[in-house]
């Protein structure tokens, strides 16, 4: 087995036992970067030099017997991370030569455990895709069938998992977009409980919805990088002041007496027939764990695509207002006039997506229709949480598909953005709740691309569902199947 094909814990096993150092499996995951990225363009920024100054560090540590879990691990970064003096430019020509002056809080704990920082990873345009496909950097490739898009908008976090060009990743996930990249490219993505992860350094797109979390090889990995960035932050006010637990201390309790809520509205005609299977042979094997399956009703669900593009869009519209040409950014060189200046950088800077979504959103903020869209929506996404915490009442996790299909070709939805946000369907509650949600490797479509399953976890349960996807992990290795790149 290659360096680079090595979970977290296996290569922290042979750091700490001296078989290999951290520069050796730095290098190794630079030269499998530069050997297959330009097939899958999962990169925007690699960083050779600071990570091989980072390597030699984590070395020194471990030789003086300071090695945590992520000590001398090659790390990439979806490029919405702020990185003190690496540029990140969230995928769009408005930041293409933005380069932070400091670390955001996610990428300080990577750093305080040694972890070796290897790029920055391609991404949806401000995260405003499912696809990938509205970079600025050009789309990024599924490893499994490079004419398939990877999912978004963290689809270069996933690809680099599935092209071996990264041990883990990090990502972020407003509606859906860690778990369903996850799903598309056969690795493990957990979305946490909104407040469980800082998100201080990580450019907002709509910051009720946002949250930072991992992408890995496995369960195991997916609880050690979780446990390293969790916890509060003071400069964070949506941080939530409340203790990490030790996520693997848990993983092996087995599932025997789970009670698993199966959401009837997620079960529906129209989904693809692969995943139909794969979810229905999941269910199987709980069952045959011990699990209590169970039916339950989330009847706010067909509410929640149209609740999530008024809210989502309209903390956009803001949050996307700071970026005017003036203190940092594009700006446009022949405007006349700081209004034009204005216009000109912004309509140059910001790609079609991005547009649509700031002008959905300012409408749904204007006079006159503030009451009517957002404040209703906003009421819906009430609802929507407390069909969420009704379901707790009866269930422990829930059990639902990541989406209706298996990763679809590159550009077989760019002309229909409704049939696009529709990608989201079975992740956007997850994130409107504010709850937690796993998508594990759970089957091979036909076509031989992999089909994730999603476990949804109570408020801060993310115990519960790395326990459910480490049983069912462990009793059936999709994940240890290798794209072939």
């Not at 690496?86 to 408005?94: A, H, W």
């Not at 950014?329 to 991005?354: C, I, N, T, W």
Request: aromatic letters at 8%.
């Amino acid at each position: 087995m290659e360096i680079f094909d090595l979970t977290i814990h296996e290569l922290h096993e042979k750091l700490k036992a001296k078989e290999v150092s951290s520069v050796e499996a730095t290098r190794a995951m630079l030269d499998r970067i530069e050997a297959v990225d330009s097939q899958v363009n999962a990169y925007i920024t690699v960083t050779p030099e600071q990570a091989l100054v980072q390597a030699e560090d984590a070395d020194r540590r471990i030789a003086a017997g300071e090695i945590a879990p992520l000590t001398g691990i090659p790390v990439g970064l979806k490029d919405i991370f702020v990185t003190k003096g690496i540029r990140t430019t969230c995928g769009s020509r408005i930041l293409e030569n933005f380069v932070p002056p400091y670390d955001g809080t996610a990428v300080a704990r990577l750093k305080e455990q040694g972890a070796v920082i290897v790029g920055k990873l391609n991404q949806d345009e401000f995260a405003m895709g499912s696809s990938n496909e509205s970079s600025y950097f050009g789309p990024c490739k599924n490893p499994w069938d490079l004419s398939c898009t990877p999912g978004g908008s963290s689809g270069g976090s996933a690809a680099a998992i599935a092209a071996r060009t990264a041990t883990a990743t990090l990502g972020t996930d407003t509606g859906g977009s860690i778990r369903q990249p996850a799903s598309h490219c056969g690795c493990v993505g957990l979305k946490p409980t909104y407040g469980r992860v800082s998100r201080y350094g990580v450019i907002a797109y709509a910051s009720s919805l946002d949250q930072v979390g991992p992408l890995t090889r496995d369960v195991t990995d997916s609880a050690l990088l979780l446990g390293a960035v969790a916890g509060y932050d003071p400069r964070d006010s949506t941080s939530v002041n409340t203790p990490v637990p030790d996520y693997l201390a848990s993983l092996a309790k087995g599932v025997k007496g789970m009670k698993i809520g199966l959401p009837k509205q997620y079960f529906i005609e129209g989904l693809d027939p692969d995943v139909k299977r794969a979810m229905d042979e999941a269910i199987a094997l709980y069952q045959s764990l011990g699990a209590d399956i169970r039916e339950v009703s989330l009847p706010n669900t067909e509410y929640a695509v149209a609740t999530y593009y008024i809210i989502a869009t309209a903390e956009a519209s803001a949050n996307l207002a700071r970026y005017d040409g003036v203190r940092f950014g594009h700006r446009a060189e022949d405007a006349r006039g700081l209004a034009q200046m204005y216009s000109k950088s912004r309509a140059e800077g910001f790609g079609p997506e991005v547009k649509r979504r700031i002008m959905l959103g300012t409408y749904a903020l204007s006079s006159g229709y503030y009451d009517a869209y957002y404040v209703k929506a906003q009421k819906v996404r009430t609802l929507i949480q407390q069909d969420f915490l009704n379901a707790f009442k009866e269930v422990d996790v829930l059990l639902t598909p990541i989406a209706p299909t298996p990763a679809f070709k590159i550009a077989e939805k760019l002309e229909d953005p409704l049939q696009m946000y529709l990608s989201d369907i079975f992740t956007i509650p997850v994130n409107l709740a504010g709850t937690c949600g796993i998508s594990v490797p759970a089957g091979f479509s036909a076509a031989g691309l992999p089909i994730g399953l999603q476990l949804v976890g109570k408020p801060f349960g993310e115990q519960e569902i790395l326990t459910a996807a480490y049983s069912f992990e462990r009793e059936t290795k999709w994940h240890l199947k290798k794209a072939p790149l």
